[in-house]
């Protein structure tokens, strides 16, 4: 005889009773997972589950992504285990971003912070240009990274103050200052960070282009000074020195079309800090972190603290990539973008983890019959897509 199949199923709700639609609720166990949409009703059901504990999540507009709080279960003999999730309320802020003469601009990218969090924002859509934010969040700031116009000043910050429903801000118009960045050599630098400073302070960042070719958006005539954090060539073919270029133009009217900054120092010795999110927004302790460098393969760093927070010294040079290690009881639950290359700075870079996309397959062998003991890879993950090239390999004929 069959034993039953067991099942959870309920529907979600808002802290006023009323069902909610669309809602992502997912079903989380060791080896397992599930994900339903919420119908009109704001029902869901999951079939087919084994026996023990389950974590139910809720992913649902008005909310930043993994910051609902989790809810646990546990499927036991009957068949059928009923629960109602509550969906908490979101703070909603509606924006108003516009430039000097009053046209509106949509943010593309941008940072959210509040006391005790922070996470990214945008694009956000014409018809509905609004930050959701966790009830009783406090302390928000607002800082626009890039817009769907060039002839506005990024990136800009604006504090949003507590209980607002909408925020108006004027961003500032930008004039242009173009340039190149050269090496001590006078080769080209591509992927440098070119930054604008008045008083010391930042305003305007750009990155150079493969000819090494950068265009500053610099708020107000007034002139600025540049400066340069870059990388280049040593001699050796696969060898990078990490190089802090000073001030080398100073003054500099917007409106400049050939500005060039030429890398005059020696290699620094930098400080790689870093502090790992969960989803969540909580820290992520115990992630490794590698320092890749060709040819001479990784550096393992200690692994993330309590804070979630890991540094390493000494650097002389910029790795190619940093690689962040979740641990592997947690790799149901986290997965960490790929960071590229970091350069050693004063501040800490902030990392956040995702949910990972869980893909089952089925491996069949040429008769139809299951492979037991294959070894399967994946392949060319493409962005956000789920198009895969999978390997399966086993003993068996």
């Given at each position: ?7 959870i ?5 808002g ?5 909610r ?19 009109t ?7 087919g589950?084994?026996p ?23 499927v036991e ?34 940072r959210?912070?509040?006391e ?8 956000l ?17 607002l800082e626009v ?9 990024l ?19 930008a004039?242009p ?13 591509s ?5 604008a400073l008045r008083?010391?302070e ?32 040593t001699?050796?073919?696969?060898e ?16 400049s079309?050939?500005?060039i900054l ?36 990784p550096?393992?760093?200690?692994r ?9 010294a ?7 990539r ?23 700075q004063?501040?800490e ?10 893909l ?11 492979a037991p ?14 198009r ?5 390999v086993?003993?068996?004929?």
């Amino acid at each position: 005889m069959l034993a039953p199949a067991r099942q959870i199923a309920g529907r979600v709700v808002g802290t006023d009773g009323v069902p909610r639609q669309h809602v992502e609720v997912q079903a989380f166990a060791a080896m397992d997972f599930h994900s339903a949409l919420t119908d009109t009703q704001g029902r869901f059901c999951f079939g087919g589950l084994g026996p023990g504990a389950w974590i139910l999540r809720m992913n649902a507009r008005g909310w930043m992504a993994g910051r609902i709080p989790p809810r646990s279960v546990t499927v036991e003999a009957k068949d059928v285990l009923d629960v109602t999730l509550v969906l908490p309320d979101a703070r909603r802020v509606l924006l108003d971003l516009v430039d000097g003469e009053e046209r509106r601009v949509e943010m593309e990218h941008g940072r959210v912070r509040w006391e005790g969090g922070w996470d990214t924002a945008g694009p956000l859509p014409a018809e509905d240009p609004s930050l959701y934010l966790p009830p009783g969040a406090r302390g928000v700031e607002l800082e626009v990274l890039e817009a769907s116009r060039e002839d506005v000043a990024l990136p800009a910050r604006f504090p949003i103050p507590d209980g607002v429903e909408t925020f108006a801000a004027q961003l500032a118009r930008a004039h242009p200052l173009r340039g190149r960045v050269q090496d001590p050599e006078g080769y080209v630098v591509s992927d440098a960070c070119v930054e604008a400073l008045r008083g010391g302070e930042v305003v305007a960042v750009a990155q150079t282009g493969e000819l090494g070719h950068f265009r500053l958006a610099v708020p107000g005539p007034e002139p600025v000074d540049l400066r340069c954090h870059g990388h280049s060539r040593t001699g050796e073919e696969e060898e990078d020195s990490y190089y802090e270029w000073a001030a080398q133009a100073t003054a500099v009217p917007p409106g400049s079309e050939d500005v060039i900054l030429r890398g005059v120092g020696v290699p620094q010795d930098g400080v790689l800090r870093l502090q790992v999110f969960a989803p969540d927004g909580m820290p992520a302790v115990g992630c490794i972190v590698e320092l890749v460098w060709a040819p001479s393969g990784p550096r393992n760093a200690p692994r993330t603290d309590a804070q979630g927070r890991v540094q390493i010294a000494e650097l002389a040079r910029r790795p190619r990539r940093v690689v962040v290690r979740v641990p592997a009881e947690r790799a149901l639950e986290w997965f960490a973008p790929d960071l590229g290359a970091l350069l050693p700075q004063e501040t800490e870079h902030l990392v956040r983890l995702v949910r990972p996309r869980l893909l089952r397959v089925a491996v069949l062998d040429a008769h139809g019959a299951s492979a037991p003991g294959a070894f399967l890879t994946a392949t060319d993950l493409v962005g956000d897509s789920t198009r895969w090239v999978a390997q399966a390999v086993t003993d068996q004929e």
